[in-house]
């Protein structure tokens, strides 16, 4: 299995702020990974696949790059509901692997 | 618009038995992967299951191996996932997700609001 390690697992951070969310993939995953944002309480949403390629409908404020092994998701001015978790996914092998998220908080 | 909807979750015993349905709607059902997830109390998210287009092709997480079947009829939208010899560990939110096609191959690009699975005694 290919494991995915995101740092770092909490993050402090205001309105207006850009953070930047790593995830290392335990093996090259080539660009096969994908992002997304869990609102409390909700289900998680697809943010970038690809590693870069932003879904539709996603604000251009996100951000992805990487490939290879080392991946980052840039979020520049932070909105209010971008409080939330994020998790890394790899999409090279099944099992289709998860990070074990970051939570961003204000 | 995509739309998918989880029903199917409760209360279970353990050692007891549940089938999760998931209905799908707003875009060509045969034409997806489909797959779940889930997520335990205060946990991150654990992929559990594909199925491909034409039932063909099943994967599995190992923890679930030989307990869960997924399953799908394309006549009716929509895809299952029968729990036998359910555990305490299994207690989760259960996704149910499209999987995207493309670059997108393998992300789940639509996912439902998730349903209760609770196993207690």
């Known amino acids: 299995d290919i494991q995915l390690t995101q740092s770092p697992s909490f993050l402090s951070a205001s309105v207006g702020d850009r953070v930047n969310i790593t995830c290392r993939a335990g093996?090259?995953?080539?660009?096969?990974l994908a992002w997304y944002r869990q609102k409390p309480g909700k289900a998680p949403e697809l943010l970038i696949y690809?590693?870069?390629t932003l879904q539709t409908g996603v604000p251009s404020r996100f951000s992805g790059s990487g490939s290879g092994t080392d991946f980052t998701l840039t979020i520049s001015n932070l909105q209010p509901e971008d409080f939330a978790s994020y998790y890394c996914?790899?999409?090279?092998?099944?099992?289709?692997?998860f990070g074990q998220g970051t939570k961003l908080e204000i | 618009q995509v739309q998918v909807v989880e029903s199917g979750g409760g209360l279970v015993r353990p050692g007891g038995s549940l089938r999760l349905s998931c209905s799908a709607s707003?875009?060509?059902?045969?034409?997806?992967?489909m797959s779940w997830i889930r997520q335990a109390p205060g946990k991150g998210l654990e992929w559990v299951s594909y199925i491909s287009r034409d039932s063909r092709y099943t994967n599995y997480a190992d923890s679930v191996k030989g307990r869960f079947t997924i399953s799908r009829d394309n006549a009716k939208n929509s895809v299952d996932l029968y729990i036998k010899r359910l555990r305490v560990e299994d207690t989760a939110v259960y996704y149910c997700?499209?999987?995207?096609?493309?670059?997108?191959?393998?992300?789940?690009?639509?996912w439902g609001q998730g349903t209760q699975v609770t196993v207690s005694s």
């Open positions: 707003g875009f060509i059902f045969s034409d997806y992967y």
């Open positions: 996914q790899q999409l090279m092998t099944s099992p289709c692997n």
């Open positions: 093996q090259v995953i080539s660009s096969l």
């Open positions: 690809g590693a870069s």
């Open positions: 997700a499209r999987v995207g096609e493309g670059a997108a191959a393998g992300a789940g690009d639509y």
